[in-house]
């Protein structure tokens, strides 16, 4: 019963994050606005983190599961992507290695402002 009501939490979150999504003109994600409302209310202490921290566990999990159709979709879609194979993966390198550093970066600034 404990992970029924977990789901239900997120589930509901998510859900609030859909209607934010038709209601708002901006071109967010609902996942996105789904996310802040998460973030807020644990923040906030309006959800307590052992209110959802068991299914979220179980989430990441099986998180690698979750790509398993959108890898098919890809693979089915190779056609398409054959052509621009090379300067898709130039860009994923150099954007991964971009964020990389600013993380670093932003990271080590972060705990020199700590100390």
Aim: charged share 10%; proline share 6%; hydrophobic share 55%.
């Amino acid at each position: 019963m404990k992970y029924l009501k977990q789901f239900l939490i997120i589930i509901l979150i998510s859900f609030i994050g859909e209607i934010l999504k038709e209601i708002i003109p901006f071109p967010v994600p609902a996942s996105i606005y789904g996310m802040i409302i998460m973030f807020t209310c644990l923040g906030t202490g309006i959800i307590k983190t052992e209110q959802v921290s068991s299914a979220g566990d179980f989430l990441i999990g099986i998180m690698p599961v979750m790509f398993i159709p959108a890898a098919a979709g890809l693979m089915d879609s190779w056609g398409i992507l054959k052509p621009v194979l090379l300067p898709v993966s130039v860009i994923t390198i150099v954007s991964t290695v971009i964020v990389m550093v600013v993380s670093g970066k932003v990271t080590q600034f972060v705990l020199k402002l700590k100390n």
